[in-house]
T-cell receptor, first 113, second 111 residues
Framework: DTAVSQTPKYLVTQMGNDKSIKCEQN?????MYWYKQDSKKFLKIMFS???????INETVPNRFSPKSPDKAHLNLHINSLELGDSAVYFC????????????FGPGTRLTVL | KNEVEQSPQNLTAQEGEFITINCSYS?????LHWLQQHPGGGIVSLFM???GKKKHGRLIATINIQEKHSSLHITASHPRDSAVYIC?????????????FGKGTKLSVKP
C-alpha cells in the first residue's frame, strides 16, 4: 500500500483556471505538508498542517489554499492559475509533529499553459 | 544567502569511491534531514538526526551542532546511488519544524 499518495500525477491546464491536487496518507501521521519544487529543482515549504495549526509560508500567494477534510487528507486548491505556478508539488506527512521523519508523496507535475 | 548551503553542487565519482557531501546551516534547528531524490523524481528520507552520527548500510550521516555542519558519506559507491541528495533542516521558533532545504547535490556514479 502506498504510504503517501497524490492525484493526479500530471496536471496540464490553462492560465486562469482553478485546480485541486489531492493528498492522502495511510500512516496515521498527525502532520501534513505541501512543498513546491521549481524548475531549478529547489524545494520550498508552502504549508504545514496538523489538527491544531496551519502554518503558511508567507511567500505563498493567497490563491493557494490547503483544505483538510480529515487527518489523513490535505488537498491543495489553486485559484486563477498563473504561468509561474508550473512546478512539481509534493505532499508529505510526519508523526510527532513537525520534527519527525517526513514521508513524501510521488509528486504532481503541474503545467500551466 | 540561503539558510542551508550544500557542497558540492555536482559530483561525479567512479564506482567504489568514497563520497562526501557537505551541508552548513545558519538557523536554529531541532533536526537535520538528508533526503534522496531519484532521477524519476521520488523523494526518500535517508536520515533525520539532531546529534552525533547515524549509519544505514553504506550511508553514514554526521552532524556537528556547534559548527552547524553535517556530512553525508557514501562508502563503496555504486551507479544506483546516482541521485540528488538534499539537506534540509527543521527550524525552531515561529515556523517550528518546517523544513528549509538546501539546493541539493547531484551525484553521478560511473561504472
Amino acid at each position: 500500500d502506498t504510504a503517501v499518495s497524490q492525484t493526479p500525477k500530471y496536471l496540464v491546464t490553462q492560465m486562469g483556471n482553478d485546480k485541486s491536487i489531492k493528498c492522502e496518507q495511510n500512516l496515521g501521521h498527525d502532520t501534513m505538508y505541501w512543498y513546491k519544487q521549481d524548475s531549478k529543482k529547489f524545494l520550498k515549504i508552502m504549508f504545514s498542517y496538523n489538527n491544531k495549526e496551519l502554518i503558511i509560508n508567507e511567500t505563498v500567494p493567497n490563491r493557494f489554499s490547503p483544505k483538510s477534510p480529515d487527518k489523513a487528507h490535505l488537498n491543495l486548491h489553486i485559484n486563477s492559475l498563473e504561468l509561474g505556478d508550473s512546478a512539481v508539488y509534493f505532499c508529505a506527512s510526519s508523526q510527532r509533529g513537525r520534527a519527525g521523519t517526513q514521508y513524501f508523496g510521488p509528486g504532481t507535475r503541474l503545467t500551466v499553459l | 544567502k540561503n539558510e542551508v548551503e550544500q557542497s558540492p553542487q555536482n559530483l561525479t565519482a567512479q564506482e567504489g569511491e568514497f563520497i562526501t557531501i557537505n551541508c552548513s546551516y545558519s538557523v536554529g534547528i531541532s533536526a537535520l534531514h538528508w533526503l534522496q531524490q531519484h532521477p524519476g523524481g521520488g523523494i526518500v528520507s535517508l536520515f533525520m538526526l539532531s546529534s552525533g552520527k547515524k549509519k544505514h548500510g553504506r550511508l553514514i550521516a554526521t552532524i556537528n551542532i556547534q559548527e552547524k555542519h553535517s556530512s553525508l558519506h557514501i562508502t563503496a559507491s555504486h551507479p544506483r546511488d546516482s541521485a540528488v541528495y538534499i539537506c534540509a533542516v527543521s527550524t525552531v521558533g515561529g515556523s517550528q519544524g518546517n523544513l528549509i532545504f538546501g539546493k541539493g547535490t547531484k551525484l553521478s556514479v560511473k561504472p
